[in-house]
């Protein structure tokens, strides 16, 4: 590709030769004949300067000779850089010989289901769709147009995903909740688990994830929603659109995620709680108490992180404040005595 | 379904007329004819009114014109509510074409291996048990009467499920737990496991979740013990009847919990440690010493929790004790100079 | 095996009648005919004495009419023993019938793929090998000798696994990162990630783990480390040799872990943190900064062992301080006031 087109592609300003061909975006300890580089650290430039084709940097970035794409958001240039060069070649359509398909089954076009996909009764799979290897779609599943089911993934039934939603191996979709009643015998009593999982348009859900079905009606993941790998959705959570949660969240049930919410990784949030609008709750965090919108909380329980950090700050000096009260204890005891 | 034979089913007191046919229990928001609604919350009483066909609340919930069954527990209800008027169709009994079947096989009656099950040499499958698809059980292994393994779940070699056991998809039982012995060059030897898991009757656990076989002997799961997604057993744990456990729950080796013990999500207990009887420990919380029976239990490391709140109370004290400790100081210091 | 046998495969010293005939390693409860225990608690020894055919124990350990083997690392002694009497007998080499193989497949001497595996195009697995039922290799694809898949594990395209690695059930291996650049209306884009996984010989890994790719080049696990369950590593972290992770463990992108770092269960580290060799952070904490080489660290976030324990005396110390300012306050006044 040449450079000015790639320079279009990722919407950046072309600083040097335009047809510069470029054939892959790499990493700078892997700079090669026409590679590409996002530049974040300067310090990498004289190096890369001996072996790179291009580099992408910030428009205040250095010079450089190399002829360059200058543009403010690298991360989002890398993410369309490897677009332009390095889309990955999408699975041959087509259904496996090895497929077990269901009653009254709706496949799309230009539909690739790999081999021993386990397809229920009356599920519908929209254009383009590829379904990997060993996936298993139970009774009543719909999925739409360009969704990506990675390997080994198990959507229980009932349960529909959007366009162009994503979902890597190990993810289960439409677990039973875990929803227990106590008896006189102090016994758990199942209740059974009989409302579905919505995935709106373009959700992506990592590996090892899963999302339990609502007890009644719907648990919901909206729009554009991201969750990493081992994301553990409860029953009758709803979480709004642009969310982003990193690995190993625990959304417990009925609590309500607002829109555009960050979530660091390995945080809890309790049952029936509910998380405001963009709203930052930094990893490990475990958040007991609803969250205003916007705010941004930390600590187990989260509280305000300003909060988080002044109880912090005031801990650390727990130590010398034991030493100077009992130093005062004996320097007023000793006025006491004072005649 | 008449509500006087749901009534009947749940353990409630009718209220109104016993020939109404009831079909389903739905979410108070998607009521409609036929509906019948679990109210713990009066206010949804009045819209209900207007489109239910019955609602089932506490005996000294506030009257209402709809027919009524009167129950205190009225999450129990639910459950028995829906198991009245949903249950789940069985899946179809018969073994599938493609299933792989090693020697010695004994399979009850009515049972159902769905498409892909693999099951190995030696293995017993009880009466009405049902193996969903792509489950894999290995030699050996023993799987009770009316057991029910979702689709993607491996039981390892030797492991044992006893009678209506529940067991979600992406759960591993009897993995080889993380047993290493260090040699002299601090290298990891692994220490082979050769022991199994035993699940008790009425065991019931979520998606992906994972259950170390002992590394000798057995890591066993009580009667009627209930473990959320994710939940980590790992090896020789001893976890009583009857216990519930959140999701992320981490157990390490050689633990033992009691009975009825109740543990909120994500809780982590260090191996060796013993939980007592009837504990409860709070959610996020990590057990490192033992807790006596009935203890009440939070924090990191858990503490009572009722020592978990004076700490917590008095740590957000510390920056107002430092003020007031510097005023102290220069008060004391401006007595000292006093003649 | 004769005893005189079994103390020359673990390493130890034999006391006692060399030809005593031991068949089975055995846990102290479960002792019988040919069992030989270890006994890292000499009150078992007595009972021992009336079923075990022979014991393990410390040189020091306490005299015993059995025969024995005394050898200081009782660890190590119970995994070469173990290994010495029970080998599990291998899978039967062979590819089953079911098996779907791709193109330019290459597949080494007396390897073993069960039911329903799945290998795409260019994959090579080494010499004895074995793969379990329904595991999944992507493209290109390479196993080492001496590798063992569990059942149903997932490795990505491209990834590679050196000799001897074993890879429990559920595991990915080559997830895509966690990625996302956020667009100008906050949206989140995907990075495409297009790098590798690779999995250094002797590397372990427990069951619904899940190893993320690199963005551009390699998330790397450096020889003889071993992950527990559910231990996630994130895209481009770098791993020494001789790690050990514990269950559930979260390794966010680009960190870097030395060589024999051992991490306690359910540890966060977050991204681009460094902890360096030999360093050990206990059980359940929060690494947010690089760790120093040798450090023992602890808590959230991790600080040295020794730090955290002193602030946690200290904090347990706040009630008691609070009233004792109260108390200096009101002495101080009085001194204030006497005239």
Redesign the interface.
């Known amino acids: 590709m040449r450079l000015a087109d790639l320079a279009r592609a990722v919407g950046g300003r072309l600083d040097g030769d335009p047809d510069v061909e470029v054939v892959r975006?790499?990493?700078p300890?892997?700079a090669g004949p026409g590679a590409v580089v996002v530049v974040s650290d300067a310090r990498m430039l004289a190096r890369l300067e001996a072996v790179a084709a291009a580099v992408i940097l910030a428009p205040d970035g250095p010079p450089t000779r190399l002829p360059a794409i200058r543009i403010a958001?690298l991360?989002?240039?890398?993410?369309?850089a490897?677009?332009a060069l390095?889309?990955?070649a999408p699975p041959p359509s087509g259904i496996?010989a090895?497929c077990?398909l269901g009653a009254r089954v709706r496949v799309g076009t230009d539909v690739s289901l790999?081999?021993?996909v386990?397809v229920g009764d009356g599920v519908e799979i929209g254009d383009r769709a590829a379904v990997?290897?060993?996936t298993?779609l139970?009774d009543g599943v719909r999925i739409a147009a360009d969704a990506v089911l990675?390997?080994?993934v198990?959507v229980?039934h009932g349960c529909v995903a959007g366009a162009r939603v994503v979902l890597?191996?190990?993810t289960?979709i439409g677990?039973?909740g875990?929803?227990?009643?106590?008896?006189a015998g102090?016994?758990?009593?199942?209740?059974?688990q009989?409302?579905v999982v919505v995935l709106e348009d373009d959700v992506?859900i990592?590996?090892?994830?899963?999302v339990?079905r609502?007890?009644?009606?719907v648990t919901r993941i909206g729009r554009?929603t991201?969750l990493?790998?081992?994301v553990?959705i409860?029953h009758n959570v709803q979480i709004g659109e642009?969310v982003?949660m990193?690995?190993?969240c625990?959304i417990?049930g009925s609590a309500r995620i607002g829109n555009?919410v960050l979530m660091g990784?390995?945080t809890?949030v309790?049952d029936h709680v509910t998380v405001g609008d963009d709203a930052v709750v930094l990893?490990?965090s475990?958040v007991t108490r609803d969250i205003p919108p916007g705010a941004v909380v930390a600590g187990?329980p989260a509280r305000p992180r300003m909060e988080e950090r002044?109880?912090d700050a005031?801990?650390?000096?727990?130590?010398g404040?034991?030493r100077?009260?009992a130093d005062?204890?004996r320097?007023?005891a000793r006025?006491?005595r004072t005649p």
């Open positions: 975006v790499s990493a300890d892997d958001n991360r989002l240039a890398l993410a369309l490897l677009r390095g889309p990955p496996h090895t077990v790999g081999p021993y386990v990997g290897a060993h298993v139970e990675h390997p080994r198990t229980r890597q191996s190990g289960v677990s039973d875990f929803g227990y009643a106590q008896d102090r016994r758990h009593v199942l209740i059974p009989v409302g992506e990592g590996a090892n994830a899963a339990d609502a007890t009644l009606g554009g991201k990493d790998n081992y553990h409860g642009d982003a990193a690995a190993g625990r417990a555009r990784g390995m809890g309790a990893g490990g475990e187990r002044r109880r005031a801990a650390r000096r727990v130590p404040l034991l100077e009260v005062l204890r320097r007023v006025l006491e």
